[in-house]
């Protein structure tokens, strides 16, 4: 059975940063799509970065030149770097991953697995 479990969420000043991680484990996940989301209290759930099964890596317009997606795949693990944090980037983060290889990167709705979330708390 897939499974996806976060880290190192927590609680930084505006402009700091972080490194989430994703350990995956139960499936061949270099033929998913993989890559992390967002959920702000009252908002929707939002793409944040994903590779695709090409390896091609899908950015927000919102996150592009501040947060980094990176793997290892010897170790199993998915990465969010996030740098130059702003109050706005306050949301539960979660990694996810599907095998459908149509469809929008950034439609949580095409998701089959979903880990329990980090929340990031930024300070203004």
């Known amino acids: 059975e897939a499974r996806l479990v976060e880290s190192g969420g927590g609680l930084v000043q505006s402009g700091g940063s972080l490194r989430l991680s994703c350990a995956v484990s139960g499936y061949p996940h270099s033929t998913y799509y993989m890559g992390w989301f967002r959920q702000a209290p009252g908002k929707l759930r939002e793409g944040v970065a994903v590779?695709?099964?090409?390896?091609?890596?899908h950015y927000a317009d919102s996150v592009a030149g501040r947060f980094t997606f990176s793997q290892d795949n010897a170790k199993n693990t998915l990465y969010l770097q996030m740098n130059h944090l702003r109050p706005e980037d306050t949301a539960m983060y979660y990694c996810?991953?599907?095998?459908?290889?149509?469809?929008?990167?950034?439609?949580?709705?095409?998701?089959?697995?979903w880990g329990q979330g980090t929340q990031v708390t930024v300070s203004s």
């Open positions: 590779i695709d099964s090409d390896g091609y890596i």
């Open positions: 996810a991953a599907r095998k459908l290889r149509i469809g929008s990167w950034s439609d949580f709705g095409l998701y089959n697995y």
